[in-house]
């Protein structure tokens, strides 16, 4: 009890400070209204330990709300000027290794991972992510988080029962998301020196791209299976055998691994696999250009949308109409 009286004293103050001046970029939030839905899918996963979405089980998810757009590269660098924040130096990268991928120099504001203000941020950790909603939670006065993979799922499927959240043609997926597309699947091929799984579209970039390009789900979310995947609050389980049924986060009996590891949900500009339940899997403090990143939430009563946040909207209109004369000049 007195850490909660603690907590929002302090959100009380730094309310009345940096949010009040409107210094704070808040992230678009779209009202999501609870319901019960079937969460997980029926395909095998990639291994043994490599998380798999079976059983599907029903899920009873509280009304919240999601960010409409994954946190950019411009929103991150608020933080990180406010506070100092210190990231990690390296991140995964493709490289041409036996894997395909190595981890070397590079950060959430690099130029090859952040080309501009309004892509989505990589290079970031399961911890940064936490640390940066902590921290917008203290200048707002609103309890920003990380959603539960039950919330993440609900939201990403807007009501279908597909395996995409528009249907089950997989060949449309470049109306939607930003994936391993033809352009994608060359320049990694370019990186790692080999060829993979041939790509089913174009969808006019190869890697990030900015954020709210492509057609949104019927929530209004955007990117939610393709830009970077998005780290949720549950630690890793391989099965949802014991899930909670309430939309909570699952952070006890955790798989156990060299350390904590996270999920993370969603496609990415390198995922051929973009289906709505597939899982994936992070650790805390393991920062990847490979398509990691993450997007917000919000619990309690729906509140207006912040000047900010309209401000933001507008912002990223203009990007996104430079971005398609950029397509169209090159085309």
Known sequence: ??????????????????????????????????????????VPGAGKDYPTDQPV??????????????????????????????????????AST??????????????????????????????????????????????????????????????????????????????????RDFSGSK????????TGKPATCEDGAAFTTVVGMYEPNAFGLYDMIGNVGEYVADCEHLNYEGAPADGSAWTTNCHKREGLMKIHRGGSYSSRDFRTVVRGHAGIDNPSSLGEGFRLALGGPVQAQSASAMRFEAELASARAAERERRQAVQ
Not at 5 to 17: E, P, R
Not at 120 to 129: H, L, Y
Not at 130 to 141: E, K, N, P, R
Request: net charge neutral; glycine share 8%.
């Open 1 to 42: 009890m007195q850490s909660t009286l603690l907590f929002s004293l302090v959100l009380m103050v730094c309310t009345s400070a940096a949010a009040a001046a409107g210094s704070v970029t808040e992230p678009p939030m779209a009202a999501i209204k609870g319901g019960t839905f079937a969460m997980g899918g029926t």
């Open 57 to 94: 089980h029903d899920v009873r998810v509280a009304s919240f709300q999601m960010a409409k757009y994954e946190i950019t590269v411009g929103q991150f660098r608020q933080f990180v000027d406010a506070t100092g924040h210190k990231t990690e130096k390296q991140c995964w990268k493709f």
């Open 98 to 179: 036996e894997w395909g991928i190595d981890m070397g120099p590079g950060a959430w504001n690099t130029p090859a991972y952040a080309p501009g203000d309004y892509h989505p941020v990589m290079c970031v950790t399961w911890n940064d992510a936490s640390a940066y909603a902590a921290w917008l939670s203290a200048q707002t006065g609103k309890p920003y988080r990380l959603p539960s993979e039950a919330e993440w799922e609900y939201a990403a499927r807007a009501g279908s029962k597909t395996d995409y959240y528009f249907g089950a043609d997989a060949s449309q997926v470049c109306r939607y998301a930003n994936i």
């Open 187 to 194: 320049a990694i091929a370019a990186i790692i020196g080999r």
